[in-house]
């Protein structure tokens, strides 16, 4: 089976380990790693491609030093390499200019407002992470239970 990842990525340590623990539904199918700049979430991500891993979904905050979470979700919307990974803006302090450049630069997918819904987030990752597999060709027969069945059925899929 595949090894298939989600990073999420946020300065703050209790804001990355409750996304984390939001996502642990998902563990059983999906290894979650944790970045806390966007420097090292592009370094784990050229480390887990080189080992012909998959990133179905990086899920970053916005504000953080050094590089921004949009600027570093446009530098992986450019990268060929990550075309299917989905991208989720998570953050409470965007500027509608951030937001508009989220969307229109980086390919956001999605967007929360901190403090978020963990069952929209879920729902929210799941459809992407669906989407994600659907557009790799990977073989999804064993996550069928924690995939979205809307998602796969507007594909053709079920």
Request: proline share 1%; glycine share 6%; aromatic share 6%.
């Amino acid at each position: 089976m595949e090894k298939i990842n989600i990073i999420c990525v946020d300065d703050q340590r209790e804001v990355l380990s409750a996304v984390v623990r939001d996502l642990q539904p998902l563990s059983e199918w999906f290894t979650i790693e944790e970045c806390e700049s966007a420097d090292e979430c592009l370094s784990l991500m050229e480390e887990l491609d080189e080992q012909g891993e998959h990133i179905a979904l990086v899920i970053s905050d916005h504000v953080m030093p050094g590089k921004s979470g949009v600027v570093m979700l446009s530098e992986i919307a450019n990268d060929a390499r990550y075309r299917h990974t989905r991208k989720i803006l998570l953050t409470g302090l965007a500027s509608h200019q951030d937001t508009i450049d989220a969307i229109n630069g980086a390919g956001v997918d999605r967007y929360f407002e901190k403090t978020w819904n963990a069952n929209e987030l879920i729902v929210a990752c799941k459809s992407l992470l669906t989407h994600y597999l659907l557009d790799a060709g990977l073989d999804y027969d064993a996550m069928i239970g924690v995939l979205d069945v809307q998602t796969l059925y507007q594909a053709g899929r079920i």
